[in-house]
């Protein structure tokens, strides 16, 4: 990862019981399959309350390590794609990475910490949000084996591949059908 340094990123304070992360931000180690469980017993709403939080903490991180938000939106993509890579690895959530198609911006995440992919966009839509200090959409676009895809877009294009899905079809025909209905998949409805 070309940007991200990961020193210091997670320390053991053992004589206290504590594992810090970045400026002695506590947090606490748990199981896949307990933070599955969690999400599952707490609903939806809930769920994706706990995601954007968690999230949220990730993109304060990278926004702090980048100067602020203005830090974050004046930097490479490259680079603001290898803290976020970096940051999410370190919390184990996943490896991630990011596609374009076209307009569309996929966030692409292997081999993710959670089974519930609803969960999965809301940690990514907190990062970016917490990140840049803009509003940000995700929705979960499925899983293949071990990857797992997260469309970033406006409100109206994350509705509309909502729908799609829920229809059935394909993320890959949901991101063409985008293409071919919205102007602006970032900015506009």
Do not use: N
């Given at each position: 990862m070309a940007g991200f340094d990961p020193t210091n990123s997670v320390r053991f304070d053992l004589p206290h019981g504590s594992v810090l992360a970045a400026g002695d931000e506590r947090h606490v180690l748990l199981?896949?399959?307990a933070l599955d469980d969690l999400v599952l017993v707490a609903g939806t709403e809930a769920a994706v309350a706990v995601g954007?939080?968690?999230g949220g903490a990730i993109g304060?991180?990278?926004a702090a390590r980048l100067g602020g938000a203005g830090g974050v939106r004046g930097s490479s993509v490259e680079n603001v794609v290898a803290e976020i890579a970096?940051?999410?690895a370190v919390a184990g959530i996943g490896a991630a990475s990011i596609e374009r198609w076209g307009r569309?911006?996929?966030v692409v995440v292997d081999r993710p910490a959670t089974s519930d992919l609803t969960f999965l966009a809301s940690?990514?839509?907190g990062v970016l949000e917490a990140a840049s200090s803009a509003r940000v959409w995700c929705a979960s676009l499925g899983r293949?084996?071990?990857v797992a895809r997260v469309l970033v877009g406006s409100e109206g294009a994350v509705a509309r591949a909502q729908a799609l899905l829920a229809e059935g079809v394909a993320w890959?025909?949901?991101l063409a059908r985008l293409q071919a209905q919205s102007p602006a998949l970032r900015g506009g409805a």
């Open positions: 199981p896949c399959s954007r939080a968690l304060k991180r990278i970096g940051e999410l569309a911006l996929v940690i990514v839509e293949e084996g071990t890959g025909e949901v």
